[in-house]
């Protein structure tokens, strides 16, 4: 399962309707559920010893679950950053070409400069949970040539953000619904809540102060 959500999330950089965010969120409903039946497994034995004993056993094994999910979520996030980065570093002439034929990628390849020339990478958190957002920096850092030093601490820290909140959400949702489509549903509605207001917070003109 891991490895399906990892190349899900790796290439979702390239191909954004990629369903990653809800196979990470269907991974932690289903690691909820696996720990709330080996709970509920565990309170059937007669010795109280056994029952604790067995309890923190499962909760142990699930904690680590969700965290390396988590950290699994987050890396394949960061490779996937980087390797369109790189691409787009490379190919400098002809990814700018196709950025400048769109007046919305121009924008956002020119506030994404400015973000990361002030230390303002907020941007990249915010456009990692944006629809096709992560595309837009990746490949725009690249092409603008800002520095590895410059992207990739907030491609890290957008990353983390995002597999922390996806896992949560099934994790959550599984807890206390279940695993069922509902619980699933619920999340997932949250997952595209969450990304349709980092898309109006990423596209709002920048107020300008006056000097």
């Known amino acids: 399962m891991y490895v399906i959500v990892s190349l899900s999330i790796l290439l979702d950089v390239f191909v954004p309707i990629l369903p990653s965010g809800v196979l990470v969120i269907a991974a932690a409903t289903t690691a909820a559920g696996t720990a709330a ?47 369109a980065y790189r691409l787009a570093w490379r190919g400098g002439d002809r990814f700018d070409r196709a950025i400048s034929r769109s007046r919305r990628l121009t924008a956002a390849q020119e506030r994404l400069g ?12 915010l456009a990692r949970f944006a629809p096709a957002g992560r595309s837009v920096v990746s490949l725009g850092a690249g092409v603008a040539h800002r520095t590895v030093r410059e992207f990739l601490p907030w491609s890290a820290l957008a990353g983390l953000a995002w597999a922390a909140y996806s896992v ?22 949250a997952l595209f809540a969450a990304g349709s207001a980092a898309a109006y917070l990423v596209r709002r003109p920048q107020r300008r102060t006056a000097h």
């Open 37 to 83: 039946t080996g709970t509920t497994a565990a309170g059937t034995t007669t010795a109280r010893d056994a029952v604790e004993m067995a309890s923190s056993v499962h909760g142990g094994t699930h904690l680590a679950e969700i965290i390396s999910l988590v950290v699994c979520a987050a890396t394949a996030s960061v490779l996937g950053d980087m390797v």
């Open 114 to 125: 400015a973000a990361l020339t002030r230390g303002g990478g907020g941007l990249v958190v």
């Open 168 to 189: 949560s959400l099934g994790y959550f949702g599984g807890h206390w619904l279940g695993t069922s489509w509902m619980s699933t549903a619920l999340s997932v509605v």
